[in-house]
């Protein structure tokens, strides 16, 4: 018997903190006629609230240290302000969503790397270790969308801050055996780009060989590789798609990057 469709949907800043983005994309996602699981970031909010706290974030291009206040201030946002915003967005199209970290029902347990526990101060950055897919797809067959943000946890009492495509990708991994899974990765532009300067250059199909020529050419930038390689992984584990496009072109996926074997 053929397996039902499941469409897993990442999303960051460029679409959190644009309104009118944000609307267009829900609106989208609403007409895909599939199951469907909504995995967000953060956006800038984070940022925004630990300034109004006299907490520097500072300019870095670097993953920020998730120490005490930081773990709590992610908390707030990521699992509160913006999930629930896009759980109401949601509600207004009919659509049954329920707003979860990894904490809730168990869903995504994590660990900290090594170098994380090593520190002068503990960063509480978590690495996926465990998906608990039979309760996501318990919540799935009740006709319910879940909206994960980017927070999982240690089964010791502590929550983690963990990486939105991160997530997506090993989500993915653990519904590929119940679901025909496709993995979507919205970023700016409207797939990978062959030529960074070029919004135009859009390969349409990425496999193992010419992703090793244009890695050498320094086509990608280092968060595409890391999203990459994980998508090589996600079809190893028995997904049907990755494509990486923008969210713009959710309603039409073959303007995106598809990722294959």
Same mark, same amino acid.
């Given at each position: 018997?053929?397996?039902?469709?499941?469409?897993?949907?990442?999303?960051?800043?460029?679409?959190?903190?644009?309104?009118?983005?944000?609307?267009?994309?829900?609106?989208?996602?609403?007409?895909?006629?599939?199951?469907?699981?909504?995995?967000?970031?953060?956006?800038?909010?984070?940022?925004?609230?630990?300034?109004?706290?006299?907490?520097?974030?500072?300019?870095?291009?670097?993953?920020?240290?998730?120490?005490?206040?930081?773990?709590?201030?992610?908390?707030?946002?990521?699992?509160?302000?913006?999930?629930?915003?896009?759980?109401?967005?949601?509600?207004?199209?009919?659509?049954?969503?329920?707003?979860?970290?990894?904490?809730?029902? %168990?869903?995504?347990?994590?660990?900290?790397?090594?170098? *994380?526990?090593?520190?002068?101060?503990? %960063?509480?950055?978590?690495?996926?270790?465990?998906?608990?897919?039979?309760?996501?797809?318990?919540?799935?067959?009740?006709?319910?969308?879940?909206?994960?943000?980017?927070?999982?946890?240690?089964?010791?009492?502590?929550?983690?801050?963990?990486?939105?495509?991160?997530?997506?990708?090993?989500?993915?991994?653990?519904?590929?055996?119940?679901?025909?899974?496709?993995?979507?990765?919205?970023?700016?532009?409207?797939?990978?780009?062959?030529?960074?300067?070029?919004?135009?250059?859009?390969?349409?199909?990425?496999?193992? *060989? %010419?992703?090793?020529?244009?890695?050498?050419?320094?086509?990608?930038?280092?968060?595409?590789?890391?999203?990459?390689?994980?998508?090589?992984?996600?079809?190893?584990?028995?997904?049907?798609?990755?494509?990486?496009?923008?969210?713009?072109?959710?309603?039409?996926?073959? *303007?995106?990057?598809?990722?294959?074997?």
């Amino acid at each position: 018997m053929a397996k039902e469709k499941l469409l897993i949907v990442k999303i960051g800043t460029s679409v959190l903190d644009d309104p009118e983005t944000l609307r267009k994309l829900i609106k989208d996602l609403v007409a895909i006629k599939c199951r469907k699981i909504l995995v967000h970031s953060g956006g800038i909010m984070a940022s925004k609230v630990a300034g109004s706290m006299g907490i520097k974030m500072g300019k870095s291009k670097k993953p920020v240290t998730i120490d005490d206040k930081m773990l709590d201030i992610v908390t707030m946002v990521y699992g509160g302000l913006v999930n629930k915003r896009l759980v109401a967005l949601m509600q207004k199209h009919r659509i049954n969503a329920v707003g979860l970290t990894g904490a809730d029902m %168990n869903i995504i347990t994590s660990e900290l790397p090594e170098e *994380n526990i090593k520190a002068k101060s503990i %960063n509480w950055a978590g690495r996926i270790k465990k998906v608990n897919g039979k309760a996501l797809a318990s919540i799935i067959e009740k006709g319910v969308m879940p909206v994960l943000a980017p927070l999982t946890h240690d089964a010791k009492g502590h929550l983690l801050s963990t990486e939105a495509n991160s997530i997506a990708s090993e989500v993915a991994k653990a519904l590929a055996t119940t679901y025909d899974v496709t993995l979507v990765f919205c970023f700016e532009d409207r797939g990978l780009l062959s030529n960074k300067k070029d919004s135009n250059s859009v390969i349409p199909v990425l496999k193992p *060989n %010419n992703y090793k020529m244009l890695k050498e050419m320094r086509c990608f930038t280092e968060e595409k590789i890391l999203v990459i390689d994980e998508a090589f992984t996600v079809l190893d584990y028995g997904a049907s798609e990755v494509i990486v496009t923008n969210a713009a072109s959710l309603s039409n996926l073959a *303007n995106g990057t598809h990722i294959k074997q």
